[in-house]
């Protein structure tokens, strides 16, 4: 290959742009992003970011100007401070050509194209899919007030409002985007509501038993939890004024923040002859059917062997670890190596870090290793997941040391957890 595209300069394009030039590829690297930054560490956007209290001492709302100017546009790219997962060392040993402020809108396999929607043309041998994923909305166009987060754009704008006099915050989805802007907004001192349509949130990930001793965390700090209802509308025209949820009670709201997940950005891949559905379809390793293509991070759904079944994760570790087996399958030409790392995430609320590791399944037993879920979530708790006494996944609230220990107990058997 003598040009390879990487298309979304995001964690996952990046590590899968390094795994090229690490293993040996020396030809012309292009990184196409849409954001006009270069690639940025996004958990920070929802929690220290918001608030400003960042325990490193780092400040992570410096936006002083770096001089670039990516985008032609004549206007330097805000600096990204402690956010930025790059600096000049860094691009110069990656050698790339970066293409930012501008979207990818056709992928021509058979052409060996890539079209931009300035109307430009990037001819190439390979292509890397990092294209991420967009959040869910409530409604097309809505009023001022509405956010999102995803983007370092997005977290500027919310931060502007809730340090702009916001008393009341509606979170709207209590998944963990919307659970950890709960708590930053409670660290700031706002009224803040969660609203979640299912029962308890997040029991597909953790059960319910779990769920609910994780969920008894907003209580605890003052956050109102409602679920079990869904939102009707948004009120407001010039500006958003409250929730109307579906049992007809509204929730007065100075800003609303809408977390009800996220759908990975595919549509410029339509025509393509890639197999899509809720992602971009991909054996083992990254590698989709066409032998010049792979696809990482939020954007792909990865086969489990030996299930039948397909898989998208949404999770940093997973974006970060899946781009040096993608780039060794694309130089290969065919799957060489399996991406095989075990399921890991990890969220901060409350001033407590949940972390978990494994795949549940649905039946499995919990055991509980260390504290009391029910009795006190926040103090710190360990939890096993087992499926015929064998531990599957391990749930950790407060306890990084143990968690840590049966993480690495469970990767080295991984056979045990994917059962």
Same mark, same amino acid.
Request: proline residues 7%; negative net charge; hydrophobic residues 40%.
């Given at each position: ?6 298309v ?11 795994g090229l030039?690490d ?11 849409? !954001? ?13 970011f918001?608030?400003? !209290? ?13 001089g ?15 956010l ?10 990656l050698?790339a050509?970066?293409?930012?402020g ?12 890539v079209? /931009? ?10 292509v ?6 967009a959040p ?14 995803r ?7 919310l ?17 963990f ?13 706002l009224?803040?509501t ?6 308890l949130?997040?029991?597909?990930? /953790? %059960? ?8 008894? /965390?907003h ?10 209802? %869904? ?18 009670r509204?929730l007065?709201?100075d800003?609303v923040?809408v ?5 990975p950005?595919?549509?410029?891949? !339509?025509g ?6 809720? %992602? ?5 390793g ?18 489990l ?13 997973s974006a970060?670890?899946?781009g ?5 399958n694309?130089?290969a030409?065919?799957?060489?190596q399996?991406f095989g ?6 969220s ?14 649905? %039946? ?5 290793? !260390?504290?009391?879920p ?5 103090g ?19 306890r ?16 045990l957890?994917?059962?």
């Amino acid at each position: 290959m003598r040009t390879v595209t990487v298309v979304g300069a995001s964690l996952a394009g990046l590590h899968a742009a390094r795994g090229l030039r690490d293993q040996g590829y020396d030809g012309r690297l292009v990184i196409v992003g849409e !954001e006009r930054h270069r690639p940025y560490d996004r958990p920070p956007l929802s929690k220290a970011f918001l608030t400003g !209290e960042d325990p490193t001492g780092d400040d992570l709302t410096a936006q002083g100007p770096t001089g670039e100017d990516p985008t032609g546009d004549g206007e330097p790219d805000g600096g990204l401070g402690p956010l930025a997962l790059t600096d000049p060392e860094d691009e110069a040993e990656l050698d790339a050509e970066w293409l930012l402020g501008v979207r990818a809108d056709r992928l021509d396999p058979a052409a060996g194209a890539v079209g /931009l929607a300035d109307g430009r043309t990037l001819r190439t041998d390979g292509v890397v899919i990092a294209t991420g994923a967009a959040p869910r909305t409530l409604r097309a166009v809505a009023p001022p007030g509405v956010h999102t987060l995803r983007t370092l754009d997005d977290a500027r704008r919310l931060r502007a409002e809730l340090r702009a006099g916001a008393g009341r915050v509606v979170v709207i989805g209590a998944g963990f985007i919307g659970a950890e802007v709960a708590s930053s907004c409670a660290a700031l001192g706002l009224d803040v509501t969660v609203v979640e349509a299912a029962p308890l949130p997040l029991v597909p990930q /953790l %059960g319910e038993r779990m769920a609910r001793a994780c969920a008894a /965390l907003h209580a605890a700090h003052g956050v109102t939890l409602l679920c079990g209802t %869904g939102v009707a509308t948004l009120r407001g025209t010039d500006r958003v004024t409250g929730v109307e949820l579906a049992d007809g009670r509204v929730l007065p709201a100075d800003v609303v923040v809408v977390g009800v997940g996220v759908r990975p950005v595919t549509g410029w891949l !339509e025509g393509s002859g890639l197999a899509l559905d809720d %992602g971009v379809l991909c054996d083992e390793g990254c590698a989709t059917a066409l032998p010049s293509v792979v696809a990482v991070g939020d954007v792909a759904r990865l086969a489990l062997p030996g299930t039948g079944r397909t898989v998208r994760a949404e999770h940093w570790t997973s974006a970060a670890e899946q781009g040096a087996v993608a780039a060794r399958n694309l130089l290969a030409g065919t799957t060489v190596q399996p991406f095989g790392a075990l399921p890991y995430f990890w969220s901060d609320q409350y001033g407590a870090r949940i972390q978990f590791a494994g795949r549940r399944e649905p %039946g499995d037993t919990v055991r509980i290793a !260390e504290g009391d879920p029910e009795e006190d979530p926040g103090g710190g708790f360990l939890a096993v997941y087992e499926r015929d006494a064998i531990p599957t996944a391990v749930l950790a609230v407060n306890r990084p040391k143990p968690f840590t220990r049966l993480r690495r107990e469970l990767a080295r058997a991984p056979r045990l957890a994917a059962r």
